[in-house]
């Protein structure tokens, strides 16, 4: 089992900068796929970006060229650093946990999200 844990969210104002983090328990984080999704108040969750344990990463475009995802192995540890913040950019960020193997998900972990406001 593992368990997700995010950090780092907060206010900020619009073009401001802030590093949201996930820390995951257990054995397997290098060989889990990871996530950052997000929630805006009265919307549906929606996938914001991914690294594979090979650290490829993909972005939505909405966030594409402001935000880096990274993993660090060693610290079961994944990080969303988000630049140039905008108001549309203000949810609750989730972290997210998949293991995955000849394309079929075996697990899917979730964290309890950190909210992130920013301000016009």
């Known amino acids: 089992q593992v368990q997700l844990v995010e950090s780092g969210g907060g206010l900020v104002q619009t073009g401001g900068s802030l590093r949201l983090s996930c820390a995951a328990s257990?054995?397997?984080?290098?060989?889990?796929?990871m996530n950052w999704y997000r929630q805006a108040p009265g919307k549906q969750r929606e996938w914001v970006a991914r690294?594979?344990?090979?650290?490829?990463?993909y972005y939505a475009e909405s966030v594409k060229g402001r935000f880096t995802i990274s993993r660090d192995n060693r610290k079961n540890t994944v990080y969303l650093q988000m630049n140039s913040l905008k108001p549309e950019d203000t949810a609750d960020y989730y972290c997210?946990?998949?293991?995955?193997?000849?394309?079929?998900?075996?697990?899917?972990?979730w964290g309890q999200g950190t909210q992130v406001n920013v301000s016009s």
């Open positions: 257990g054995s397997i984080f290098s060989r889990l796929t």
């Open positions: 690294i594979f344990s090979n650290s490829t990463t």
């Open positions: 997210n946990g998949l293991r995955v193997i000849a394309g079929i998900t075996l697990a899917d972990y």
